[in-house]
């Protein structure tokens, strides 16, 4: 018989600094998300594995980290889940389990997401991709699960379409254009502006799982920005999204305050220590570098803002 193998991560370590996160990252499996009458769609999903660990404890069990994850994948794979959230939280219940020294544990998986689209002028079928973020973390007190996803978009300045708006109110003025014209036509036609590919990434978080719908989510993000893009574009679908985005003209800011709006309009009555979290970063086109907003916050917070009942 073997001699039993010592212990290591479960000594003392030299320094007695507790750490909040130890774990794996970057770990590749597949899950099966069930819809109802239709085929499952499979997804290639990466996932992230921590737990704390107390200051006198050396190292985390990784090896178990990795049959927990494994065990809670494997079973959803075969199973399907309607919920990728869930499996996110069952690990994370998991993992607490396993480990009798940790407080927290928590699971966070990426992956992405095709959807079938029609393109807005040609009307012809194409394909929309989003990134779903879903987490979980877990502790004594219960588990709090997180989904959302971020999407790409199109946006454009409104500083740099108001510059472009004055050079042509006075050119035509000075073409002796009458003034009631020149208005007509600047509200029928948008003027240019430095457009960028927008970024927004909206999730939500709650104790157990969240009353919100993926696709709602995604579509809320989507219709954040200035327009909506499309993997495949003819000639008047590029014409439709090229007005549309100068049409409704965004900063950085305006997109996330969107999604703000569109959650409280979508889920009136979600859970007010719910927390939304809504993030739009943009890459500048006339810039090296690009713009970003992001805002946390509960949706009690939200609704007293949006709704124009909160504090100043």
Known sequence: MSEQLPDVQA?????????????????EKLVKL??????????MAEFEVFVDLPSWRKGADMSRNMEVIDETLEAAVAEEVYRVENVCGEAAERLLEKHDYTEEAEVRMEAEYVTRDRTPESDKPTQSTATIIASATA?????????????????????????SVARARQTLTDLDVEEDVIDEFLEKVPQPGHSQRGHATLTVETDGDPPVDLNELIE??????SARIYNLAKRPDEDHMTYQSHSDAKF??????????GIVDQYPDL??????????S???????HNAHAERIATAEDLRGEVNGDGSE
Do not use: F
Not at 34 to 43: H, M, N, S, T, W
Not at 139 to 163: K, W
């Open 139 to 163: 502790t004594e007190d219960g588990t709090r699960e997180e989904i959302g996803a971020e999407v790409t978009g199109m946006t454009v300045c409104p500083c740099s379409q108001g510059m």
């Open 220 to 225: 809320i993000a989507r219709e954040s920005m």
């Open 11 to 27: 000594t003392s370590p030299d320094v007695t600094v507790g750490l909040n996160r130890v774990g794996v990252t970057g770990v």
């Open 282 to 288: 943009n890459d500048e086109s006339i810039h090296q």
């Open 252 to 261: 950085v800011e305006d997109c996330v305050r969107s999604m703000a709006e």
């Open 34 to 43: 069930g819809r109802e009458d239709k085929r499952p769609i499979v997804l």
């Open 271 to 280: 859970d007010d220590d719910a927390v939304v979290r809504m993030k739009q």
